[in-house]
């Protein structure tokens, strides 16, 4: 049984920081592809970044420079350090996993198998 816990979310004013965090429960956790997605009310996760089993990385366009993911193969924890955060990243956050993965890294959801609940960030103006 796969499961994925995400903490970290919170609220922030804009320029602010946060760094949000993905447990995973998962055998082989080394070899599974991992992500960050984000849901805005009414419309469809979007891939935030993501990480392959190589360490390879992908990120969103408007959060490059300002986002940074990493993953923590032996306490099986993925991470996403977010700077100079603004109000149009308030959304909710999701871990994402495909295990037994070795394609490049991914931001499209229909890519993963295994989601987290959620986190919320807020970045107030």
């Known amino acids: 049984q796969v499961q994925l816990v995400e903490s970290g979310g919170g609220s922030v004013q804009s320029g602010g920081s946060l760094t949000l965090s993905c447990e995973a429960s998962?055998?082989?956790?080394?070899?599974?592809?991992m992500a960050w997605f984000r849901q805005f009310p009414g419309m469809e996760r979007e891939g935030v970044a993501a990480i392959n089993n190589g360490l390879s990385t992908k990120y969103l366009d408007s959060v490059k420079g300002r986002f940074t993911i990493s993953r923590d193969n032996f306490k099986k924890t993925m991470s996403l350090q977010m700077k100079n955060l603004q109000p149009d990243d308030t959304a909710t956050y999701y871990c994402?996993?495909?295990?037994?993965?070795?394609?490049?890294?991914?931001?499209?959801?229909?890519?993963?198998?295994?989601w987290g609940p959620g986190t919320q960030v807020t970045v107030s103006s």
């Open positions: 994402a996993t495909r295990p037994r993965c070795w394609a490049p890294a991914s931001l499209r959801a229909s890519d993963f198998t295994y």
């Open positions: 998962i055998d082989h956790y080394e070899e599974a592809c």
